[in-house]
């Protein structure tokens, strides 16, 4: 049986929409902190002013690397990640390059992760792989995917951006986000050590509890209060409170 800390403890409140101001980010910080979450995920400039909201607080600073769509040289993205881990973030969530992926470059794709592996490991920080598993049609790259995060062993292996907009045949923009297909699959790919990040799509406690369930330990989610204030009323109190 979960309970409400538990369930708090899953959550990095995502903090990343482009047109979230100041005052929205510094919301979004209090709220985390009221909710007491895992962590926040800030977008990249918005770290030191995070790791400012939250000095007291025991909730995580993160932010993203190659954000949303994974397209920076891998040298950009290292000096991206350098910075914010120089600035207090202590979660890193980085997009893989898509189209190395879709090409089969896989000792880019390694290299990529190696290089952006090692100042996060230099500061004891925590590295999320985002697969966006929306642009890959196909199980074998996700399952690839989950080999070289095996390999380097990183410390999750995530779902999406949810950002990553596919065109449909109707002409309109959409985005599944976290599958119970995908979930699944990198559970059963990824290696015990490396944790599963579900984000995209979840937005009620019975979601969170159902992604729980296959193995997710961690859940990107803008809708933290939504899904807190139904743990609490499901679920009961804080443990302590």
Known sequence: MSTTSEIAKMIDHSLLHPTLTDAALKAGCELADKYQVASVCVKPYAVPDAVTWLLDSEVAVGTVVGFPAGNSSIDIKVKETEQALQEGATEIDMVVNLGKVLSG?????????????????????????????????????????????????????????????????????????????????????????????????????????????????????????????????ELGPYDNY
Not at 162 to 180: L, M, P, S
């Open 105 to 233: 470059q896989w000792n880019y794709v390694k290299d990529e992760m190696f290089s952006i592996l090692e100042p996060v490991r230099k500061y004891k920080a925590l590295l999320k792989v985002i697969f966006e598993n929306d642009y890959l049609p196909e199980d074998d790259l996700k399952i690839r995917l989950c080999e070289i995060c095996n390999e380097l062993k990183v410390d999750f292996a995530k779902t999406s951006t949810g950002f990553g907009f596919v065109k449909g045949e109707d002409g309109k923009y959409g985005y599944k986000g976290a599958t119970d297909h995908d979930l699944a699959l990198m559970r059963k790919h990824c290696i015990p050590e490396i944790q599963i990040k579900a984000a995209g799509g979840v937005r009620t406690l019975e979601a969170a509890l159902r992604v729980k369930a296959l193995g997710v330990t961690r859940i990107g989610a803008s809708a933290t209060a939504t899904i807190l204030d139904g743990a609490i009323q």
